[in-house]
């Protein structure tokens, strides 16, 4: 019978590889985006997991006049308010994590496993809040945008001047275009076909396009239905009424705004469990304050000669 090791005169990969450590990285997932949307909106902390927005009632009954260099009387006013403004109920996003003590004993090294376990339910979790910021039937900001601000797109695909459009209907300070990445690149092949081609910004690290000195943040959260899909323009910020995010602050067990990972103890299968909840919500103070361009078509192509 032949040696195996006939011919060799060194030590093989295949056996020294037994007495090598190789490096192993944490899970990788892919599903995990940048959710830039959730960093650019601007939170506020709410008491007891409500937040009211009250408006002026009969705004256009408020008198005032320009004085004028006589002893005319000068109108009487006051400010009335709403009886009942919207409240909004921060809802959660919850789920619970278990880990066998078994395997957290005994496989936690280099990686914890607990640790690893509930950093990627978090991202999770944390992509069903940015969703849920833009869908949920209550308080999504798609759901919740006035009749008024809603426009069609002139021809299908995204062009410059449909955003010049959004431009004039939201343009108290606006910040930031939301799009599909599609959609962006619908625009950009717009642009590039007129020959302006849109310039950049940089942004967390990143290049972003920009149109009209305003960047294009991509959120892959926007649905893309048979290549149609729709832009946001948004204003945000509560001193400049626009669109806010909202969170409950001091939660037991808190890691960062409106989340919490709390411990339950463990079962008598030897079963340790943790809650993690985050608790958010989104307001629209006043109407203007986003807009929407709807019907945009992301499957347009051009041919160049």
């Given at each position: 019978?032949?040696?195996?090791?006939?011919?060799?005169?060194?030590?093989?990969?295949?056996?020294?590889?037994?007495?090598?450590?190789?490096?192993?990285?944490?899970?990788?997932?892919?599903?995990?985006?940048?959710?830039?949307?959730?960093?650019?909106?601007?939170?506020?902390?709410?008491?007891?997991?409500?937040?009211?927005?009250?408006?002026?009632?009969?705004?256009?009954?408020?008198?005032?006049?320009?004085?004028?260099?006589?002893?005319?009387?000068?109108?009487?006013?006051?400010?009335?308010?709403?009886?009942?403004?919207?409240?909004?109920?921060?809802?959660?996003?919850?789920?619970?994590?278990?880990?066998?003590?078994?395997?957290?004993?005994?496989?936690?090294?280099?990686?914890?496993?607990?640790?690893?376990?509930?950093?990627?339910?978090?991202?999770?979790?944390?992509?069903?809040?940015?969703?849920?910021?833009?869908?949920?039937?209550?308080?999504?900001?798609?759901?919740?945008?006035?009749?008024?601000?809603?426009?069609?797109?002139?021809?299908?695909?995204?062009?410059?001047?449909?955003?010049?459009?959004?431009?004039?209907?939201?343009?108290?300070?606006?910040?930031?275009?939301?799009?599909?990445?599609?959609?962006?690149?619908?625009?950009?092949?717009?642009?590039?076909?007129?020959?302006?081609?849109?310039?950049?910004?940089?942004?967390?690290?990143?290049?972003?396009?920009?149109?009209?000195?305003?960047?294009?943040?991509?959120?892959?959260?926007?649905?893309?239905?048979?290549?149609?899909?729709?832009?946001?323009?948004?204003?945000?910020?509560?001193?400049?009424?626009?669109?806010?995010?909202?969170?409950?602050?001091?939660?037991?067990?808190?890691?960062?705004?409106?989340?919490?990972?709390?411990?339950?103890?463990?079962?008598?299968?030897?079963?340790?469990?943790?809650?993690?909840?985050?608790?958010?919500?989104?307001?629209?103070?006043?109407?203007?304050?986003?807009g929407v361009l709807e019907n945009v078509d992301v499957g347009k192509y051009h041919e160049y000669k």
């Amino acid at each position: 019978m032949a040696d195996i090791h006939q011919g060799h005169t060194a030590l093989g990969d295949v056996a020294a590889r037994t007495l090598a450590n190789a490096t192993k990285t944490v899970p990788q997932l892919r599903l995990i985006t940048p959710r830039w949307f959730v960093h650019l909106l601007h939170w506020v902390p709410v008491e007891a997991g409500i937040y009211r927005v009250n408006k002026v009632k009969d705004a256009d009954k408020i008198a005032v006049d320009c004085s004028q260099k006589d002893e005319r009387e000068l109108p009487q006013t006051f400010v009335d308010y709403e009886e009942w403004g919207r409240e909004y109920l921060l809802s959660a996003v919850n789920t619970v994590v278990d880990v066998h003590t078994r395997v957290s004993d005994l496989y936690s090294s280099p990686h914890n496993q607990i640790h690893e376990q509930i950093r990627l339910t978090i991202e999770i979790v944390k992509e069903r809040q940015e969703r849920e910021l833009l869908h949920n039937k209550e308080y999504g900001l798609l759901n919740n945008i006035n009749d008024a601000m809603r426009i069609k797109t002139r021809s299908g695909a995204p062009t410059p001047d449909d955003l010049d459009e959004l431009l004039a209907y939201v343009w108290k300070e606006p910040a930031f275009f939301l799009a599909h990445p599609r959609a962006i690149a619908a625009f950009g092949r717009e642009c590039t076909r007129r020959g302006v081609p849109p310039p950049t910004v940089t942004l967390f690290g990143s290049q972003f396009l920009t149109w009209r000195g305003f960047p294009l943040i991509p959120c892959d959260k926007i649905d893309v239905v048979k290549d149609k899909t729709s832009i946001l323009l948004l204003r945000t910020g509560e001193s400049r009424q626009g669109v806010v995010g909202l969170y409950q602050p001091g939660l037991p067990g808190e890691q960062s705004m409106g989340l919490s990972v709390r411990f339950m103890g463990i079962n008598h299968q030897a079963i340790a469990s943790y809650l993690i909840s985050l608790y958010c919500s989104l307001a629209v103070l006043t109407e203007d304050a986003v807009g929407v361009l709807e019907n945009v078509d992301v499957g347009k192509y051009h041919e160049y000669k």
